[in-house]
């Protein structure tokens, strides 16, 4: 049944109050669905700081949004490369000795539909070491400074966990022997959703005041496929995109903003449009299907997680 906690409409960023003093640090804030999710804190008076792998469409996108709210609009970005951890390290880095406060961390960037095996510089089959390692150490890193703000964590993650093979194939986990673009996307995202799960039930019980929330966008008119995935990926999405089927990147950010700054989310939940086929339509809480917190996988990657990135949780 379509949950109607925000009304008919669902939840839009008309719920929101002034964001003025808070700080919000999202991934991938250039494009997309953060960029628009950027946008709509910054209209609200927030600090928004942004971890992006370019600097070229960083500096564009800064400029395009103190162009819109004005010079003096609190608006920031740190170059991070999700795919390289050193260089996530050293955006954290940076982001503990400038950012006194994070009310939320929105792990907003990924990559998709990536047509064929590319590894990471650390060895990672890219969209698993992209999306979910690189955020994996970006949270750690950041939790302290998160919990000291009584912040939150936001995953953004994706229908797709409903795909593939809906696990993690642990005895092939950069899949050297069977790479498919569309599986391979999956499992990374329900890898993000299984972190967030994980942490929340780690967080149970240790006293420390941070929630982490699941969403993911629907059908958005991105570039995200433009960007990463193959020749008839992006046809075929392009086509699509010319439908009522794709909503816009704006509607695709309310999930994530709502996330972020709403009161009284549950947190063993996937929050997102709630129309036809869940790609679309009123935010609120959708579907999760038990196979994203299936306890035995997250504790497993959780483990195999730590150890292939070196990081260590501390709880
Ligand atoms: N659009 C959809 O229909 C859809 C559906 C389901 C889930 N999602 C999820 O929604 C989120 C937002 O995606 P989007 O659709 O807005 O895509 P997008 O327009 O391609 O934006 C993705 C952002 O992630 C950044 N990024 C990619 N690789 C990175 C890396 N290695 N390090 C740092 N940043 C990196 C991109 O930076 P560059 O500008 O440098 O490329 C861009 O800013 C993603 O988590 C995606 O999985 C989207």
Redesign the pocket.
């Known amino acids: 049944m379509a949950d109607t906690t925000f009304g008919p409409k669902g939840w839009t960023p008309d719920h929101l109050s002034s964001l003025a003093g808070k700080t919000y640090v999202i991934?991938?804030?250039?494009?997309?669905?953060?960029?628009q999710a950027s946008r709509i804190l910054l209209s609200k008076g927030a600090k928004v700081v942004m971890?992006?792998?370019?600097a070229e469409?960083s500096i564009i996108a800064v400029n395009a949004l103190k162009e819109e709210f004005g010079p003096q609009t609190d608006v920031s970005y740190v170059r991070?490369?999700?795919?390289?951890l050193a260089?996530v390290r050293a955006a954290a880095d940076d982001v503990l000795k400038t950012v006194p406060q994070i009310d939320a961390l929105i792990?907003?960037?990924?990559?998709?539909q990536v047509p064929t095996q590319k590894l990471t510089v650390d060895g990672f089959e890219s969209q698993l070491g992209?999306?979910h390692y690189?955020h994996f150490v970006l949270c750690g890193m950041l939790f302290d400074r998160i919990e000291a703000s009584k912040g939150r964590i936001v995953v953004?993650?994706?229908?797709?966990y409903n795909m593939g093979i809906k696990t993690i194939q642990f005895d092939d986990i950069n899949w050297d022997k069977n790479y498919s673009a569309n599986p391979v996307?999956s499992q990374s995202?329900l890898a993000?959703m299984m972190f967030a799960y994980e942490l929340q039930d780690r967080l149970k019980g240790t006293g420390k005041d941070v929630q982490v929330y699941v969403c993911?966008?629907?059908?958005?008119?991105?570039?995200?496929?433009?960007?990463?995935g193959g020749l008839m990926t992006r046809i075929t999405w392009w086509l699509m995109s010319k439908t009522p089927m794709?909503q816009t990147?704006q509607k695709?950010a309310f999930p994530e903003v709502m996330c972020a700054t709403e009161d009284g989310l549950e947190p063993r939940a996937l929050y997102g449009p709630t129309g036809m086929m869940q790609t679309g339509g009123p935010v609120g809480k959708g579907t999760l299907n038990p196979h994203a917190y299936d306890k035995t996988t997250m504790k497993k990657l959780w483990r195999v997680s730590e150890e292939a990135t070196g990081f260590h949780w501390t709880f």
């Open positions: 991934t991938g804030g250039n494009a997309g669905a953060g960029f971890l992006n792998r370019s469409k991070m490369d999700l795919s390289d260089s792990c907003n960037a990924a990559i998709a992209t999306n690189g953004v993650a994706s229908l797709g996307y995202k993000q993911h966008p629907g059908a958005s008119a991105t570039s995200l496929i433009s960007t990463s794709v990147a695709g």
